[in-house]
């Protein structure tokens, strides 16, 4: 069986990542895994426990940076994030492609390491249709959505350094632009490594 990739899907917190992940999952559940992540944030309302996130202790996410746990972690809003390893790394082996839904320094920190791995960011087609979604959740107080978007143009100037910006307009569509994407990137990886290992192994026979 083929392996699975890595990507990694960055956006503004109200950019729809989390609506465009669940459509992805609904209509192409099969290919992919989304690696479920660690922090030391609160839970929130209507969140659970290994579904959202694995919540932890500062002291025990701490530990788990010096047990060499996650692929990849980072503050954000003064708590740790992180991508534990194991989940991410069995489920690449049984063949999926694991999205890693992650704020830009870990991203970056995850091309880093792993160079191969495409770098995704989400966005509304524009700033004001950004305001208008975060206003239209009712999720936020003003002074949260004002916070969230002096944030989002902090984010903004890591844009360029990503492989793809995709435009989340309409959510299916996003969905299945990104799931063509993935695919792609996935047959070309996929090729990739087997003509390296072809051309390996011949030059490995030829000076026998
Ligand atoms: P929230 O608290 O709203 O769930 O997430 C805040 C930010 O943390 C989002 O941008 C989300 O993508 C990011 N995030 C979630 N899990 C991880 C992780 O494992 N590592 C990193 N670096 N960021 C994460």
Known sequence: MKKGILIVISGFSGAGKGTVLKELLTKHGDCYAVSISATTRDMREGEQEGVNYFYKTQETFEQMIAEDAFIEYAQYCGRYYGTPK??????????????????????????????????????????????????????????????????????????????????????????????????????????RSELIQNIQRELQELNQ
């Open 86 to 191: 194991k989940y991410v790394y069995e489920q690449i082996e049984a063949g999926k492609d694991v999205i890693l839904e992650i704020e830009v320094q870990g991203a970056l920190k995850v091309k880093e390491k792993f160079p191969d791995t495409p770098i995704l960011f989400l966005t509304p087609p524009s700033a004001q249709e950004l305001q208008r979604r975060l206003l239209g959740r009712g999720r936020e107080s003003e002074e949260e959505i004002a916070r969230r978007l002096k944030q989002a143009e902090v984010e903004a100037a890591y844009m360029p350094q990503y492989d793809f910006v995709v435009v989340n307009d309409v959510v299916e569509e996003c969905a299945e632009e990104l799931h063509e994407l993935i695919t792609k990137l996935h047959t070309a990886s996929a090729a």
